[in-house]
């Protein structure tokens, strides 16, 4: 059964950083692209970041280029999300993807004064 569970979220200030983890399971993890995705309240979920099953190539969505920092250790079999100077506007669930697997219950980012 493949599960993912993210953690890592919470309140921040703007400006602020956090470091989003996901633990998948249930695949061989080192065999896939992992991504991250983003839900704001009432709006569509949005790809945010990509990795290469080595961690060789990653790619960002433009609003989130030079801010957030995808990376991944496959021995741990762990996916990180580094997120730095942080928007209110960056306030979403935030959900680690692979495959065509459903998706896992996500973790809370807030960024408010």
């Known amino acids: 059964q493949v599960q993912f569970v993210e953690s890592g979220g919470g309140l921040v200030h703007p400006g602020g950083s956090l470091r989003l983890s996901c633990a998948p399971s249930?695949?061989?993890?080192?065999?896939?692209?992992m991504k991250w995705y983003r839900q704001a309240p009432g709006k569509e979920r949005e790809w945010v970041a990509s990795i290469s099953s080595t961690g060789s190539s990653t790619n960002y969505a433009d609003f989130v280029k030079g801010r957030f920092t995808i990376s991944r250790d496959n021995a741990k079999q762990m996916l990180y999300l580094q997120m730095n100077s942080l928007k209110p506007e960056d306030t979403a669930v935030y959900y680690c993807?692979?495959?065509?697997w459903g998706w896992g219950q996500g973790t809370q980012v807030t960024v408010s004064s």
């Open positions: 993807k692979a495959g065509s």
């Open positions: 249930g695949f061989t993890f080192s065999d896939y692209i």
